[in-house]
């Protein structure tokens, strides 16, 4: 028996083009339901007499035939352990959630990252079946929110059509279909919109990339995300991911060319994510500023304000630079160029290169324009703050002093709290990857807990402080912190801190025996986790497969 779900009087209907809650059933038909709404007899009157106008215009277009695709798509039942970052030597928990992928061919499925991040167990329910079939993770994008899986059956895949990519990017005003399954029901869901904005905008699953969106006007709903959002043609243009804060109807859906660029990248793994080139700009508005640089062409150029000492570009733009053309588009005063009928950063034409590749620049620089190209490498970046997924977070614990590495993932505990003791933790969070003077840093390991007991005592005003040295040891990464602590000096742990003159000092021979005490007490059954797998040690592999692609591609092009 279909289910019957209410939605909104037929003689409103005109005035309802997006956001119609629909039932499907399993043999591909889409049916409303109406239901009679007792309406004052004024506002009754106003709404027939809109109809009747609005009848005099195009009538609506029947909803696509989804029937072809519906098979294709699966419903994901996942249960996820999420660590405690605030407290990282406690347990986390888990929690069962839900969300939507769709078939794409060779075994894969795609969906979104955070729908399956931190996952220890994952199921996908094919469409119009109670049966579960156990999957995994195949390949995972942090900064696209974009992941691949894989059934350990593949044959439950078997005689269903892949769906495709469409070729072009949406366009605005086109109609577009977000299909999935929505929490509260375990059918699917056809919401209906239009393309309302192509733009750039912030990832919530990394809370640290911005990377193309499409905005819809169909409901985004929990449940909905990696599903697939299409048009009348069944082809994807988008998938669902996130919606918007107090944007009833509005929603998010990661767009063609991020997601083919993660489908390339992963054809070649590791995956490299997209590349970045870390720039601070000023746009160039003042008139006075424009002749001083000796800019001849109102509105054309944005200034270079900051290079990262740690990107890949630093030695090949400068402060003062104007930049004026990104691969031969112009860049305008403001830092965006013109792109597929829309405004966007000139990132994004960086973005949509892979690693490896060569982006060239024309700029302004003493008053002389000059050509500029250089490979994208990915740089040993230990400040890129992207929020982290599926491995436990690093900490060390001696003395009852937790000294954790600054990242988004510990300073989202630390909310918006404003004692002058986190100015330290807030400014490199902010700074860190322009600041000179720890770019020879791989990590900044900072206080930030104390677990009291008498070996600690009146150590407070270091809490939230950044660890410069530990017995004269430089601390570059947290790994140096337990080396250090091998060597006290002359009975005594010396920790040095940046903006602290004083150090704090903790006996040796009495810390030994605390440690044994503090562990006990608070429960911790692991002093220090450390992963083996550094930033700079992943940075370095990925640099050896894209010499080894550019070779390749040097020796075909012979």
């Not at 030597?89 to 969906?111: K, N, P, R, V």
């Not at 894989?150 to 949406?170: C, G, M």
Request: aromatic share 8%; proline share 6%.
């Amino acid at each position: 028996m279909l289910r019957k779900q209410t939605v909104k009087d037929k003689r409103t209907e005109p005035f309802l083009r997006t956001n119609q809650v629909l039932s499907v059933t399993t043999n591909g038909m889409v049916n409303s339901v109406t239901k009679s709404v007792r309406l004052p007899k004024r506002l009754l009157t106003i709404l027939l007499c809109l109809h009747g106008t609005m009848q005099l215009g195009h009538a609506a277009q029947p909803l696509p035939d989804v029937s072809a695709v519906m098979p294709s798509i699966f419903k994901i039942h996942a249960v996820t352990y999420r660590y405690d970052h605030e407290q990282p030597w406690q347990a986390g928990g888990s929690t069962a959630g839900s969300g939507s992928a769709f078939y794409i061919g060779d075994g894969m499925l795609l969906t979104c990252g955070h729908v399956v991040a931190d996952a220890i167990s994952l199921e996908l329910q094919p469409h119009g079946s109670s049966d579960r079939h156990p999957a995994q993770v195949l390949y995972m994008g942090y900064d696209a929110d974009l992941a691949i899986l894989e059934l350990e059956d593949p044959t439950v895949l078997e005689d269903l059509e892949p769906l495709e990519l469409e070729d072009q990017v949406s366009e605005l005003g086109d109609e577009v279909f977000a299909i999935g399954f929505p929490m509260g029901g375990t059918r699917l869901s056809l919401t209906r919109g239009i393309v309302s904005r192509i733009d750039h905008a912030y990832y919530a699953f990394s809370a640290a990339d911005r990377r193309l969106v499409m905005q819809i006007d169909a409901a985004i709903n929990p449940g909905n995300s990696g599903g697939p959002v299409v048009n009348r043609d069944n082809r994807v243009v988008g998938v669902a991911f996130q919606g918007i804060m107090r944007g009833q109807g509005l929603g998010y859906a990661v767009p063609t060319p991020v997601i083919r660029h993660f489908l390339e990248d992963v054809q070649n793994p590791p995956y490299h994510g997209a590349p970045k080139i870390y720039l601070q700009t000023f746009e160039l508005r003042n008139t006075t500023l424009r002749s001083k640089l000796g800019l001849e062409t109102p509105g054309d150029g944005v200034a270079i304000s900051a290079v990262s000492p740690l990107c890949v570009s630093v030695d090949y733009l400068y402060p003062g630079d104007v930049l004026l053309r990104v691969e031969d588009t112009p860049v305008q005063q403001d830092g965006t160029i013109s792109l597929e009928g829309n405004n966007l950063p000139f990132e994004e034409l960086v973005e949509r290169k892979q690693w490896g590749e060569t982006v060239r620049m024309e700029v302004l620089r003493a008053g002389e324009k000059q050509e500029i190209a250089f490979t994208l490498k990915p740089e040993p970046h230990p400040f890129l703050f992207r929020r982290t997924y599926d491995q436990p977070p690093e900490y060390f614990i001696t003395g009852g002093l937790a000294f954790v590495p600054i990242s988004r993932n510990q300073v989202m505990t630390l909310g918006n709290a404003s004692s002058e003791s986190l100015i330290p933790v807030f400014y490199y969070f902010q700074r860190a990857m322009f600041d000179p003077d720890v770019a020879h840093r791989r990590q900044l390991i900072t206080l930030s807990s104390i677990l009291p007991h008498p070996v600690n005592a009146y150590s407070d005003r270091f809490k939230h402080q950044i660890i410069q040295k530990v017995n004269d040891q430089e601390i570059l990464a947290l790994d140096d912190m337990r080396i250090a602590m091998q060597n006290p000096i002359d009975g005594y742990h010396i920790f040095v801190f940046d903006a602290m003159q004083m150090p704090l000092l903790l006996d040796a021979e009495t810390l030994a025996v605390a440690d044994a005490e503090i562990q006990q007490r608070y429960g911790i059954t692991q002093p220090y986790i450390i992963h083996d797998n550094t930033l700079a040690e992943t940075i370095e592999t990925q640099l050896q497969i894209i010499d080894t692609q550019l070779d390749i591609i040097e020796q075909e092009q012979e």
